[in-house]
């Protein structure tokens, strides 16, 4: 059971836009950061996004974050088959004093 | 371009004591103040920090492995180790190494090594 909540899955169409969700806490989302991570099959994971909305150097444009009290949210613009892969979010959690994932989202492209 | 490598072995026998090294390259751990942290990934799961430790030696664990684990560094070789005791087979995963995108930051990791998997099997 992951401290994060993300859906199991999404999926749509080559051209479109998904967004995947990331539900948290107040000791969690709601008082830090949140980053996104891409991992396609059999590689590391990738840092997507970090502080919320900032893309690290090399990230496209077609992923932005986004985030409301204690959720966040990952959206994909421009949908393309290289986009498959597993998503995850990340944040500290005070109370715990540790770095949380969520369970990840499978993302298919139809 | 810093790198990091993860290296150790592949197969743990049940009860015993797990050890892994990452080893950073083009860059020194004792440069700067980064969390150097291990993230491990059981087949077909998620992923899960393991510790994270500074160029000091100070430490920080998950606390649902902090009885099992020690994380420790070694700036004259430019590595960090970790150590998992008592393993069972939940404990086979891929185990990352990873670096924060900045100082004194625990999460947001942007440069991993290629992950090593270790199985724990008799």
């Known amino acids: 059971q992951s401290v994060l909540t993300q859906p199991p899955s999404v999926s749509a169409a080559p051209g479109q836009k998904v967004t995947i969700s990331c539900s948290g806490s107040?000791?969690?989302?709601?008082?830090?950061?949140v980053s996104w991570y891409q991992q396609l099959a059999g590689t590391a994971p990738k840092l997507l996004i970090y502080?919320?909305?900032k893309r690290p150097s090399g990230s496209p444009d077609r992923f932005s974050g986004s985030k409301s009290g204690t959720s966040g949210t990952l959206a994909i613009t421009g949908l393309q088959t290289g986009d498959e892969a597993d998503y995850y979010c990340?944040?500290?959690?005070?109370?715990?004093?540790?770095?949380?994932f969520g369970g990840g989202t499978k993302l298919t492209v139809l | 371009q810093l790198q990091l490598q993860e290296s150790g072995p592949g197969l743990v026998k049940p009860s015993e004591t797990l050890s892994l090294t990452c080893t950073v390259s083009?860059?020194?751990?004792?440069?700067?103040?980064?969390?150097w942290g291990w993230i491990r990934q059981p087949p077909g799961k998620g992923l899960e920090w393991i510790a994270s430790?500074?160029?000091?030696?100070?430490?920080y664990y998950n606390p649902s492995l902090k009885s099992r684990v020690t994380i420790s560094v070694d700036t004259s070789k430019n590595q960090f180790s970790l150590k998992l005791s008592s393993v069972t087979a939940a404990d086979t995963a891929v185990y990352y190494c990873?670096?924060?995108?900045?100082?004194?930051?625990?999460?947001?990791?942007?440069?991993w090594g290629q992950g090593t998997m270790v199985s724990v099997s008799s």
């Open positions: 502080d919320n909305n």
């Open positions: 430790v500074d160029y000091t030696g100070d430490t």
């Open positions: 107040s000791s969690n989302i709601g008082n830090n950061y």
């Open positions: 990873a670096r924060p995108e900045r100082e004194f930051r625990h999460d947001a990791f942007d440069i």
């Open positions: 083009s860059g020194a751990i004792s440069n700067s103040s980064y969390f």
């Open positions: 990340g944040t500290w959690d005070s109370s715990l004093s540790a770095v949380v």
